[in-house]
């Protein structure tokens, strides 16, 4: 039993801001996109913790982090990145093979704008965790 803590704590340390601002980075994503998304990160790690942000990174598993469920934030990511989100709305269309439509049902917002960047943080974060982890 021991040992299975010992590595969950080896894996959670490795879900650090930095790993994932690299990760992001090398992935190609937007530098203003990884810096806004790592302020609202940064805020959550300060509010929680480094040991309760790790763990919620680590169970996010597709999920929306709960920042992006408001729909203010996510429209102001979206009026500030949207090039980018509608780039990466396209790469979502091309590597799952379904509408982004399709991808977003289970997102409740009325506004597409709000969805296409809730789509693109829920399925880009869930990514990046999983390579650092790798």
Known sequence: ML???GRRKRLYSRLTL???RSKMIENNFSKAF???LNAVLRERKNKTGEKEFQ???H???YSLPKEFQDENTALKFYLKHREWVEKEINNLEHEIK???ETQAEDLQSP???VKKVQ???RQRISDTVMEVLD
């Open 59 to 61: 169970n996010l598993h």
């Open 98 to 100: 379904l509408t982004w």
């Open 119 to 121: 789509l693109v943080v």
């Open 18 to 20: 930095e790993n994932l």
């Open 111 to 113: 506004d597409d704008r």
């Open 3 to 5: 040992n299975l803590f």
């Open 55 to 57: 763990k919620s990174l």
């Open 34 to 36: 990884v810096s806004d």
